[in-house]
T-cell receptor, first 114, second 111 residues
Framework: SQTIHQWPATLVQPVGSPLSLECTVE??????LYWYRQAAGRGLQLLFY??????ISSEVPQNLSASRPQDRQFILSSKKLLLSDSGFYLC?????????????FGPGTRLTVL | KQEVTQIPAALSVPEGENLVLNCSFT??????LQWFRQDPGKGLTSLLL?????REQTSGRLNASLDKSSGRSTLYIAASQPGDSATYLC??????????FGKGTKLTVNP
């Protein structure tokens, strides 16, 4: 069966510090991968998605970036965090080429920028 | 631009009641619709996915329906239990990889 991991689970960072969040998927190959952010009072917002190694599409211009160094690894980064980057970050995967395109989510990382 | 609305924002019911959660979307050109459950501080658990060609899907006490032409979906929960307390989110997928989410309905089932 497939599992998706995210770490760290929680993170408190000062404004201006760098960020690196990691997501890995087990039990499948060539997945589509996604980063979402859930901010207080707002719905889930897609930030980035990837259909393959090194292939990243950005949905929202911001000071965040994403990378996919390996097939089942997806990393969210920032060089300098802003207060507005606080939120709950969720990684998700879906089966590439699937008729259903169902997305499955990880446990999330709670980021607080002070 | 696709917009998804979920009404009500919060719902409190006694245990054992049957209930319906509503989801509406503005652009009927969707590929599928997915219902999720989110417990406080946790990730999303996929409950049901309905393809655009389908009218409903069932899983246990859950039944989701889709009326694409009117831009509506409902999630029916039969015989609600305190363990059903969570936030329920619906999301639609159009031609891109993006899922567009509603803000959710927070359900509380009182014992």
């Amino acid at each position: 069966s497939q599992t998706i991991h995210q770490w760290p689970a929680t993170l408190v960072q000062p404004v201006g510090s760098p960020l690196s969040l990691e997501c890995t998927v087990e039990g499948t190959s060539n997945p589509n991968l996604y980063w979402y952010r859930q901010a207080a009072g707002r719905g889930l917002q897609l930030l980035f998605y990837s259909v393959g190694i090194g292939q990243i599409s950005s949905e929202v211009p911001q000071n965040l970036s994403a990378s996919r160094p390996q097939d089942r690894q997806f990393i969210l980064s920032s060089k300098k965090l802003l207060l507005s980057d606080s939120g709950f970050y969720l990684c998700a995967w879906s089966l590439r080429g699937s008729t259903y395109n169902e997305q499955f989510f990880g446990p999330g990382t709670r980021l607080t920028v002070l | 631009k696709q917009e998804v609305t979920q009404i009500p924002a919060a719902l409190s019911v006694p245990e054992g009641e049957n209930l319906v959660l509503n989801c509406s979307f503005t652009d009927s050109a969707i590929y599928n619709l997915q219902w999720f459950r989110q417990d406080p501080g946790k990730g999303l658990t996929s409950l049901l996915l309905i393809q655009s060609s389908q009218r409903e899907q069932t899983s246990g006490r859950l039944n989701a329906s889709l009326d694409k032409s009117s831009g509506r979906s409902t999630l029916y929960i039969a015989a609600s239990q305190p363990g059903d307390s969570a936030t329920y989110l619906c999301a639609v997928k159009g031609g891109s990889e993006k899922l567009v989410f509603g803000k959710g309905t927070k359900l509380t089932v009182n014992p």
